[in-house]
């Protein structure tokens, strides 16, 4: 009985984590194939699974968009770790160690793409406003490439700091529409794409490039819009999934306090870990429908 117990607990959970994982997995593919149109990294390999994602390559380009140090992160989340496992093993021994870390990593790896996601979206957020300064400012007279270090002086700081290396580099002789293109791909932004593509267009066939940045700025607003629209819509399935994953943990937090024999029953009874995965199972693969639910994919 134990035993089916424990098969069907680590079976919930890891059903739970592998659809958590793959929500989405083909509009991103979609994406990263339109990507492979302008850069080799959209042929990056990729996989659901957190574990097999952590590689240099991918948690470097989340630290830069973030702005955070990997020498000094890293050793801080390994210790975490670290302790973790010991108080683990401490507790309720090896197997429970090995499952409460391999947890904990996967946790730090997808509370990293939560991170670098939101950042992800405030720098496509903050774009609009960089182009429209850019706009004015050639239209003012200026050329590209003293008009977008200007623009850069008026940017937001979070903007300032993500294409300060663009400056950088063109300070150092690059054309900007080649450091454009490198920090795209270092930022795995389509929009940086795109201003590239253009900024090299207008370089070499001429045209009226004030229009065609006052369209790409009208664009990409409209995004911006558009996803703000999406996030109200879909508020209340949110916050469905934010009261799924808080409830639990505040129930169990009252019971402890109320009666701490109760809660030491997962850690000291033979059923007590079979039944606590089944309901960090269960309560894995309700997020994942709920989440599903509130998702548009265009």
Same mark, same amino acid.
């Given at each position: 009985?134990?035993?089916?117990?424990?098969?069907?607990?680590?079976?919930?959970?890891?059903?739970?984590?592998?659809?958590?994982?793959?929500?989405?997995?083909?509009?991103?593919?979609?994406?990263?194939?339109?990507?492979?149109?302008?850069?080799?990294?959209?042929?990056?390999?990729?996989?659901?699974?957190?574990?097999?994602?952590?590689?240099?390559?991918?948690?470097?380009?989340?630290?830069?968009?973030?702005?955070?140090?990997?020498?000094?992160?890293?050793?801080?989340?390994?210790?975490?770790?670290?302790?973790?496992?010991?108080?683990?093993?401490?507790?309720?021994?090896?197997?429970?160690?090995?499952?409460?870390?391999?947890?904990?990593?996967?946790?730090?790896?997808?509370?990293?793409?939560?991170?670098?996601?939101?950042?992800?979206?405030?720098?496509?957020?903050?774009?609009?406003?960089?182009?429209?300064?850019?706009?004015?400012?050639?239209?003012?007279?200026?050329?590209?490439?003293?008009?977008?270090?200007?623009?850069?002086?008026?940017?937001? &700081?979070?903007?300032?700091?993500? @294409?300060?290396? /663009? !400056?950088?580099?063109? $300070?150092? *002789?690059?054309? +900007?529409?080649?450091? %454009?293109?490198?920090?795209?791909?270092?930022?795995?932004?389509?929009?940086?794409?795109?201003?590239?593509?253009?900024?090299?267009?207008?370089?070499?066939?001429?045209?009226?490039?004030?229009?065609?940045?006052?369209?790409?700025?009208?664009?990409?607003?409209?995004?911006?819009?558009?996803?703000?629209?999406?996030?109200?819509?879909?508020?209340?399935?949110?916050?469905?999934?934010?009261?799924?994953?808080?409830?639990?943990?505040?129930?169990?937090?009252?019971?402890?306090?109320?009666?701490?024999?109760?809660?030491?029953?997962?850690?000291?009874? &033979?059923?007590?870990?079979?039944? @606590?995965?089944? /309901? !960090?199972?269960?309560? $894995?693969? *309700?997020?994942? +429908?709920?989440?599903? %639910?509130?998702?548009?994919?265009?």
């Amino acid at each position: 009985m134990n035993g089916a117990l424990a098969v069907a607990g680590l079976m919930a959970l890891a059903g739970g984590l592998i659809l958590w994982r793959t929500a989405g997995l083909a509009g991103r593919r979609r994406v990263r194939h339109r990507l492979a149109a302008f850069t080799d990294a959209g042929h990056a390999p990729h996989s659901p699974f957190p574990l097999a994602r952590l590689h240099v390559a991918a948690l470097d380009r989340r630290f830069e968009m973030l702005g955070w140090n990997a020498p000094r992160v890293l050793p801080g989340a390994a210790g975490g770790l670290a302790l973790l496992f010991g108080l683990v093993l401490v507790l309720a021994g090896l197997l429970p160690a090995a499952l409460a870390t391999t947890l904990g990593v996967a946790g730090m790896v997808k509370g990293l793409d939560i991170l670098a996601a939101r950042a992800r979206t405030r720098f496509a957020d903050g774009l609009p406003l960089v182009v429209d300064r850019l706009r004015q400012l050639i239209t003012a007279g200026n050329g590209t490439t003293l008009a977008f270090d200007k623009a850069l002086r008026t940017c937001p &700081p979070h903007m300032a700091r993500l @294409l300060a290396p /663009v !400056a950088a580099a063109v $300070a150092h *002789g690059m054309p +900007l529409s080649e450091a %454009l293109h490198q920090r795209a791909v270092r930022l795995a932004s389509p929009d940086l794409f795109l201003l590239a593509a253009m900024v090299r267009t207008s370089t070499q066939f001429g045209g009226d490039f004030s229009a065609a940045l006052a369209h790409f700025e009208a664009v990409l607003a409209n995004r911006v819009r558009s996803r703000r629209e999406i996030r109200a819509l879909t508020s209340e399935l949110r916050m469905t999934t934010f009261i799924l994953l808080s409830l639990p943990v505040v129930a169990a937090g009252g019971i402890f306090l109320a009666s701490p024999g109760y809660i030491a029953f997962f850690a000291t009874a &033979p059923q007590g870990l079979p039944a @606590l995965l089944y /309901v !960090a199972g269960s309560i $894995a693969t *309700g997020v994942v +429908l709920v989440s599903r %639910l509130s998702r548009i994919e265009y």
